[in-house]
């Protein structure tokens, strides 16, 4: 049975380099917005994209003309059609507090938050997957309803950390804060004591 590949080797790659799963399939993107996979010599649709994407194979999307990456506009993309389709994933809540993060000190440490709980969960459905292949969307439902206290024990645990870290965080910046108006008003010839 061939092993599947891990969700980590979604991530994109720059043009021209490899993965343990082979070359970087490379797409170009014309003006007129068509994608041509150069690996097949095929022109591409968004679903065919996504398709590469959920057997885990790397890929990377550059504008044809100028060579510039638009991995994560294309990935960006096949994720608005999906939430337009459907049942979307995130909710109205969730992606307002998603942009309420750009532009905050704390813009970069949501990323990387997020990236690994999502990691996370893909390890954990991986690992369940594999003690039982079989499970349809109907039992994952199922279970995942059964499972609802035990999972939000899980993410609880995840996020304990993290609210020790981002607690961590702002007793420094308040500390920093707190030391660089100290000095300004000693500068001033102004104490605070």
């Not at 649709?45 to 991995?71: N, Q, R």
């Not at 337009?84 to 938050?113: D, K, T």
């Amino acid at each position: 049975m061939p092993v599947k590949p891990s969700v980590k080797s979604i991530k994109s790659a720059p043009s021209g380099t490899t993965t343990d799963h082979g070359s970087v399939r490379k797409i170009k993107k014309y003006p007129n917005r068509r994608l041509y996979d150069t690996q097949t010599s095929t022109y591409v649709t968004l679903s065919e994209i996504k398709k590469l994407v959920m057997v885990a194979s790397p890929l990377v999307v550059v504008d044809a003309k100028t060579g510039e990456d638009l991995t994560r506009s294309i990935l960006l993309q096949i994720i608005l059609e999906e939430e337009s389709a459907g049942v979307p994933m995130f909710s109205e809540a969730v992606l307002s507090n998603i942009i309420r993060f750009y532009g905050h000190a704390m813009q970069g440490h949501m990323g990387s938050y997020l990236e690994s709980h999502v990691q996370s969960f893909m390890d954990w459905q991986s690992k369940l997957g594999e003690t039982s292949p079989a499970l349809s969307p109907e039992v994952w439902a199922q279970f995942m309803q059964w499972q609802t206290p035990l999972m939000q024990n899980m993410f609880s645990g995840l996020a304990n950390p993290s609210q020790s870290v981002m607690a961590q965080m702002q007793d420094q910046m308040q500390k920093q804060i707190q030391n660089n108006t100290e000095q300004l008003l000693g500068a001033m010839g102004l104490r605070t004591s």
